[in-house]
């Protein structure tokens, strides 16, 4: 791809102007699941190598071609029909990133990561349209850079996604 668009400030307004940089992109994503009637499965698996200026892209903040390198999930969700329950838990990897420059900017090497989140739905036949829903994301607590969240300075650092998160969650649809 040729002349993205490139949002910048000069003297404090806002600025449209196109990136003279080729960006290229090749890859692959795989998604398989099956079905089991109360139970399915399910995985995904990206390879995506970018480069901008013939220079590998990291990630930035979302702007373009996420996701960026190896990443991988599986996933495994079970309705437990007689307790009008769900429950479920997915494993997500992704593959190390090396530090990579960019004329000043140095964006610094990314470990790879594994997270493991679990959930458990109740949506009680007697009372129509109530769900309370049971999440736990990041339930090994693991410190680890989600590939869409690094910052920006001269040398950028990566913004790490939160630890252990418990949610509690009750709607009503009518």
Avoid at 32 to 60: M, W
Avoid at 91 to 118: F, H, Q
Avoid at 142 to 165: C, F, H, K, M, W
Wanted: proline content about 3%; glycine content about 10%; some cysteine.
């Amino acid at each position: 791809m040729r002349n993205l668009f490139d949002y910048g400030a000069v003297k404090s307004a806002t600025v449209l102007t196109n990136k003279p940089e080729e960006f290229r992109s090749k890859g692959v994503t795989l998604n398989a699941a099956y079905d089991f009637g109360a139970t399915k499965i399910g995985a995904s698996y990206t390879k995506a190598d970018v480069t901008e200026g013939g220079i590998d892209l990291v990630p930035s903040k979302g702007e373009f071609f996420a996701p960026v390198g190896k990443q991988a999930t599986l996933y495994i969700d079970h309705q437990l029909a007689d307790w009008d329950m769900s429950i479920g838990a997915s494993a997500s990897w992704a593959g190390g990133l090396n530090e990579t420059r960019k004329g000043t900017t140095v964006y610094n090497a990314l470990d790879g990561y594994n997270v493991v989140n679990a959930c458990a739905e109740w949506t009680p036949s007697s009372h129509k349209g109530l769900a309370v829903r049971l999440g736990v994301d990041n339930l090994f607590d693991q410190r680890y850079s989600e590939r869409s969240g690094i910052g920006s300075t001269n040398r950028l650092d990566p913004v790490y996604a939160p630890g252990r998160t418990m949610t509690l969650k009750a709607s009503l649809k009518f």
